[in-house]
């Protein structure tokens, strides 16, 4: 018989008011169903922290941003300056480039606020350049995430073209002759090039609406947009789970790391202030954009050495190396290839391959899998070595652009650099695509040889006449697993012209996907087979239990060598089994699991 005993009305306490309160939200917004993302697991590797740098400089940037907002002047109504930089007292500028003087010499840390804006925005495109080559050569682009290199492909370019916005509104002289170029661009474009100009800076150039107009853009419509890509963005990451590199342990149905809550988010928010204070220590120390020494903005004058921010210094080399060319067609309308083949087909051809990559390659591979596992880069030599040559031909056009420095600074000629580029711009990527490509291969050679021999231990052993010796011993476990778990994909096989003398309607389309997947898979090191591991490890532990000759060759009996290298007959015993660190039981364990 039980009894139910009641507490009196009397003892009964009510719930602390940060309970009710939690209560309440959760009611309302449903906040405890979310406490799953508090143990969301993330894997932890080095090249991760591209993408981390690029968010909390952009952070910086919308705060910094903010701040001078509240002190610049979007104006191109002239006013003659008269504040306490003596150089350009009398001067005429715009109200634009004068607020822009009076925030650097007369706002209370604004000069710093500017410089850490200015290096906030050159970090954050490097990060993100970064964070681009890293997914592309580790294939974290495939399957289920083409969509999201494609929204951080368009967050890539937003940010370039956030920059170059940014940039040109001091309205310096410097600023307006990168505006003046842009201009120029617009023009070459065939049949709207000349309706664009107009619409772009309200009438003839310069005018005085592209400031107000691109101060818009800058402050609102671009950052809006970056800011809820970045949201989508992160979004499918949570919901795609992260990638990880090959290990113990790994699969492509788990993730093995660090739960969110605490350990990443303590580790994310200390690398924040990191960021943060060397991003301020750049904006102390080092300065950048001076543009009281390079004076308003004239259309009839420009500074000897004018070079832009460094990501739009591929465009300026591909401008000064291309040929002035022009051709005029019936009719009397002149196209001129000097500047649209350059500043016009050349980056969206670029683009174009960098944005629809993952595409092109699973069409051309056929792969239909998803992966969350990546790729080491040497693993896939022609990808790797076409994403090194596409960095190579960006290098050339960026030291291109700077031609006129290099020739000051080396003494050479102006013409020599023009012509090495020109020459550069064909042979650099194709001797770095060749160059990347062979290294690949011998990495994959050297992984072979480490698995099958043992790693180099540093210990030299002396024969008994005399020859010294290098001990070699297995490699770790893990290490083993994670070089023998590299997956070979194979090339698709040729079609057939026909079929029971019926023509093939797809043979061409099907050729040339045969030719290319070739070329991207075709020649690779094969992994060692079951029984050259079994023999290789049979060695490996004879040696490690110290059998085996002392020369390294092996005895007559068959035991290994101290150095790892096969026995007298080349043939391991029977009963020998093949150790290579498999990955262990992950039954009842849960997709994302933390590292302990």
Known sequence: MSTIEEAAPSGRTEAPKGERVADWADGRLGIYNFGFLARKVFPEHWSFM?????????????????????????????????????????????????????????????????????????????????????????????????????????????????????????????????????????????????????????????????????????????????????????????????????????TENNVVGQPLMPHYTAKAGGFFFLVSGVLALLAGIAQINPVWTYGPYRSDQISQGSQPDWYMGFLEGSLRAMPAWEWTVPGGYTVSFGVLIPAVILPTVMMLVLGLWPFLEAWITGDKEEHHLLDRPRDHPARTAFGCAFVALYLVLLFGGANDILAERFHLSLNQITWAVRIGFFLVPALTYVITRRICLGLQLRDRDKLLHGRETGKIKRLPHGEFVEVHARLDRGQEYMLLSRQIPEPLPAPAAEHDGVSNPQARKQMLRHRLSHWLHAGQVPKPTPQEMRQALEHLDHAAGGHGSANGHGSANGHGSANGHGSANGHGSSQGQLETGRQPSLHGREPDQEQH
């Open 50 to 250: 591209f993408g981390e740098i690029a968010l909390y400089s952009f952070i910086i940037l919308i705060l910094t941003g903010t701040w001078l907002t509240l002190f610049f002047d979007p104006s191109m109504a002239e006013t003659v300056y008269n504040g306490p930089y003596v150089p350009l007292q009398g001067i005429p500028m715009s109200q634009a480039y004068a607020s822009t003087v009076e925030i650097s010499f007369e706002v209370r840390g604004g000069l710093f606020i500017r410089q850490l804006h200015h290096w906030s925005a050159l970090i954050m495109i490097a990060a993100l350049c970064a964070h681009t080559l890293r997914h592309f050569l580790t294939g974290a682009f495939r399957k289920p995430r083409e969509v999201n290199w494609l929204i951080g492909f368009v967050i890539l370019v937003l940010v370039i073209l956030e920059g170059f916005v940014g940039y040109s509104l001091p309205d310096d002289l410097l600023s307006g002759t990168g505006l003046r170029i842009a201009e120029g661009v617009t023009l070459a474009i065939p049949v709207v090039g000349t309706y664009a100009t107009l619409f772009l800076f309200g009438g003839e150039y310069p005018g005085t609406d592209i400031v107000p107009r691109f101060y818009g853009l800058h402050i609102l419509l671009i950052p809006g947009i970056m800011l809820a890509l970045t949201v989508i963005h992160l979004i499918l990451v949570f919901y795609h789970k992260h990638t990880q590199f090959r290990g113990p342990g790994r």
